[in-house]
């Protein structure tokens, strides 16, 4: 059973940073794309940023881009996604996904295997 395990959301203020943990377990995690996504309220879930296996190659959503990085420690199965000058339209549920089928992620909600529980980001003005 993969398990994913979100960890570092929280309260902040515009401009501030904060660091978004994901330790999973019960997967060949390096064999994995990996994926944080979002939920604001009243919105559809939206891909942010995405890693992938192998080449550690890194995706973004526009609304992201040069802002939030996200990076993977193999060693310690987790992913990170660092997420710097903070606006309040960032806040929402983030949540961790992992796609272990073969061939290239599309970085698509219904691609994604594997879903953490979320962590709530809340930026305040």
């Known amino acids: 059973q993969v398990q994913l395990l979100e960890s570092g959301g929280g309260l902040v203020q515009a401009g501030e940073s904060l660091r978004l943990s994901c330790a999973a377990s019960?997967?060949?995690?390096?064999?994995?794309?990996m994926g944080w996504f979002r939920q604001a309220p009243g919105k559809e879930r939206e891909f942010v940023a995405g890693?992938?296996?192998?080449?550690?190659?890194?995706y973004y959503g526009d609304s992201v881009k040069g802002r939030f990085t996200i990076s993977r420690d193999n060693a310690k199965t987790t992913v990170y996604l660092q997420m710097n000058s903070l606006k309040p339209e960032d806040t929402a549920v983030y949540y961790c996904?992992?796609?272990?089928?073969?061939?290239?992620?599309?970085?698509?909600?219904?691609?994604?295997?594997?879903w953490g529980k979320g962590t709530l980001v809340t930026v305040s003005s």
């Open positions: 019960g997967c060949t995690f390096s064999r994995c794309d």
């Open positions: 890693i992938i296996r192998g080449t550690g190659g890194t």
């Open positions: 996904a992992a796609d272990s089928s073969l061939g290239l992620t599309n970085w698509n909600i219904n691609a994604m295997d594997y």
